[in-house]
């Protein structure tokens, strides 16, 4: 016999407990990244900056992050960046393409995901038809990855970044390859992180 239970709202009992419903958000936090940032270290990866802390409310919970990035570009032609999800200042190994940590230079293993530099023809001319202006251009990323923390202690999701290792290499977030923001071509872009605690 099945029945049938309807209801306005459901309002947690203990403050601060949660609602637990199985496959449902308990909670989400996010964060937005403004402005442009560069980074040109090629020993080891860095926080990016864009990074967000969630405390789960339960410890078989399941976080789903979400990080869509603006732009996400190498300035240096022929040469790439790339980035990795990190939990609490380390790299998460079921987010890495590989189990590999290689980064030298033909060795990508191990990155969530990479975005090459686009060569072409600097700044075309505005009248050339048809030629794609690549230096004013934003170059998106996206990445998604269900976690298990398996803990209620704060979780701090983040994207570390890394660029080619033996040729001087800038990347960049939330910004063209020319940066041109005095000139009408300016486009800046916002980056975001956004972590959902889901109950099991």
Sequence with gaps: MSSTLYVDSLIEKTSGNGVHIPGHVIQIQSYTLQGSVTFTNQTSTVNSGLEVAITPKFSNSKIYVTMNLGSFCSLTTGTWCAGRLYRNAAPIPGALATTGTNTNYGNLDGYSFIHASIPGIYKPAE????????????KPASFNYLDSPNSTSTQTYALYVYVRKNVATTGALNRTPDNAIASDHAIQALSTITVQEIAQ
């Design 127 to 138: 009248s050339s038809a048809g030629v794609q202006q690549v230096n004013h251009s934003v």
